[in-house]
């Protein structure tokens, strides 16, 4: 069975940093692509950053550049995202999730994506 385990996430004052780690287990995943999410109250989850599991390519989204950075450790099968510089609209739960290549990111169960339950993140003013 495969598990994505989140941690890392708590309460944090803006300007400072956080590092989640998602531990994933039950299969391995080169050939996949690593992401997480965000989703704050109210609003639709949003890509925050993935990474290729072989070979580290990485993307960003605008938000985020230059902020965080996003690594894998292939031998913890283990993904990271250290978060710098954190802002009050960086308040939210961030998920972990991972995708083949050559598909899309999806929370529908048929699509075969895989995603953990989510850690909290709040930056206060």
């Known amino acids: 069975q495969v598990q994505l385990v989140e941690s890392g996430g708590g309460l944090v004052q803006a300007g400072g940093s956080l590092r989640l780690s998602c531990a994933a287990s039950?299969?391995?995943?080169?050939?996949?692509?690593m992401g997480w999410f965000r989703q704050a109250p109210g609003k639709e989850r949003e890509l925050v950053a993935h990474?290729?599991?072989?070979?580290?390519?990485?993307y960003y989204a605008d938000s985020v550049k230059d902020r965080f950075t996003i690594s894998r450790d292939n031998a913890q099968n283990t993904a990271y995202l250290q978060m710098n510089s954190l802002k009050p609209e960086d308040t939210g739960v961030y998920y972990c999730a991972a995708r083949r290549l050559g598909t899309n990111w999806s929370r529908r169960p048929e699509d075969g994506n895989y995603w953990g339950q989510g850690t909290q993140v709040t930056v206060s003013s």
């Open positions: 039950g299969r391995t995943f080169s050939g996949y692509i």
């Open positions: 990474i290729r599991w072989t070979g580290g390519a990485t």
